[in-house]
């Protein structure tokens, strides 16, 4: 994708009268702030409580990567209890078009595990044609964005699609359709771009490098550069190795007080300590199509990671569409429904893009 001029607002975030997206080249004080811990205080939080939250991680990393279900009465019940409460997307897919009926429904999408399966090599985590194509017809019925961990050239070089939003690095680094589009004004192609933690990008390199070094006497490790974050993959590490892993992470994070660690499927990722998230990304492109404080829009959010839960939490608290969650086991979420894998997430795509065709005045905004 290739970067264009982008006419810049002093003011706030929004469309203008040409059509144009226009950003903020500085993030407000709110989302853009550092979430501000004194130095001291984190140094001997991690000398005190280093093996205990080491072990936090570990266990985390264990309970959103189950690799198995159903194979004892309790573990069935669990999930059968678990189900009940959030329902396949499919099974309820009637319900939930009944709810959307009369509104504008804005996609949003993770990647990984949600468009396409986990892999062991993140490089070699590509959609299928089927799904591309799918995602393409959804694009063309409703305003579509990819919101991931990945930078965003990794992740549009598997999608290819210019005719959607991309937000990667966990929103950190959002750019618009480089193709015309009914939903842009003026059906023109504008590209919007807000990148909040920008100036975090030479410490994000100078971390990546520090763990590269630091990780490679670990078999399996894995260290990922997005730009504005860095992943280091569990994946490929012996569970027995784990612990020894997350304490060389901890032992670079350490030295830098403005990052912060999160933790997903057999991956800790380090990421710049601002207030901003996959949320906060799902507002910002909500606002930039015009639908901020507006009762006839209908978010819908799919994904399969912790990450994700940022995103699901955002639409309960403003009580607008849902969240789905893409995952075979039970998992603490606050998304409304669920569905188990990557090709139920295309069959639901696919059944919203028929949907929207056999009647798309009386049941969606266009």
């Known amino acids: 994708m290739t970067q264009k001029n982008v006419v810049v607002s002093e003011t706030k975030t929004g469309i203008n009268g040409s059509g144009t997206i226009t950003v903020a080249q500085?993030?407000?004080?709110?989302?853009?702030?550092?979430?501000?811990?004194?130095?001291?205080?984190?140094l001997k939080n991690l000398e005190i409580n280093g093996g205990q939250r080491i072990n936090t991680w570990i266990d985390s990393m264990r309970a959103s990567s189950p690799t198995h279900v159903k194979s004892s009465p309790s573990l069935a019940e669990e999930y059968n209890s678990w189900i009940l409460r959030h329902p396949s997307a499919l099974d309820m897919f009637e319900q939930i078009m009944d709810a959307a009926k009369g509104k504008q429904i804005v996609m949003f999408l993770d990647y990984d595990g949600t468009l396409s399966p986990i892999v062991d090599d993140p490089d070699r985590a590509f959609m299928s044609e089927s799904m591309r194509k799918t995602v393409k017809k959804?694009?063309?019925?409703?305003?579509?964005?990819?919101v991931t961990g990945r930078c965003i050239d990794k992740v549009y070089n598997f999608v290819r699609l210019d005719e959607l939003y991309y937000?990667?690095?966990?929103?950190?680094?959002?750019?618009?359709?480089?193709?015309?589009?009914?939903?842009?004004?003026?059906?023109?192609?504008?590209?919007?771009?807000?990148?909040?933690?920008?100036?975090?990008?030479?410490m994000i390199n100078e971390v990546y490098e520090q763990l590269v070094e630091k990780t490679k006497s670990t078999p399996g490790a894995r260290v990922e550069n997005h730009k504005f974050c860095t992943s280091v993959h569990f994946r490929c590490v012996d569970e027995k190795r784990w612990v020894e892993?997350?304490?060389?992470?901890?032992?670079?994070?350490k030295e830098y007080p403005k990052l912060r660690l999160t933790q997903g499927r057999k991956v800790l990722e380090i990421r710049p300590a601002i207030k901003w998230d996959k949320g906060k990304a799902l507002e910002f492109l909500l606002e930039s199509l015009g639908?901020?404080?507006?009762?006839?829009?209908?978010?819908?959010?799919?994904?399969?990671?912790?990450?994700?839960e940022d995103a699901f939490k955002k639409l309960r608290d403003?009580?607008?569409g849902f969240g789905i969650l893409v995952s075979k086991f039970p998992k603490d979420t606050a998304a409304?429904?669920?569905?188990?894998?990557?090709?139920?997430?295309m069959e639901f795509l696919q059944r919203l893009v028929e949907w929207?065709?056999?009647?798309?005045?009386?049941?969606?905004?266009?």
């Open 26 to 42: 500085k993030p407000p004080a709110a989302p853009g702030g550092y979430v501000h811990i004194p130095r001291r205080r984190i």
């Open 167 to 202: 937000a990667g690095s966990h929103g950190m680094d959002i750019k618009g359709p480089t193709k015309e589009s009914k939903y842009n004004k003026n059906n023109k192609a504008e590209e919007v771009l807000f990148q909040p933690a920008r100036e975090f990008v030479p």
């Open 336 to 345: 409304a429904y669920s569905l188990q894998e990557p090709n139920e997430v």
């Open 318 to 320: 403003i009580d607008q």
């Open 138 to 146: 959804l694009a063309r019925c409703f305003p579509t964005a990819i």
């Open 356 to 366: 929207k065709k056999t009647s798309p005045r009386s049941r969606s905004r266009v």
């Open 245 to 253: 892993l997350a304490q060389q992470v901890k032992s670079v994070l």
């Open 291 to 308: 639908f901020a404080n507006c009762n006839d829009v209908f978010p819908v959010y799919i994904g399969d990671d912790r990450t994700d």
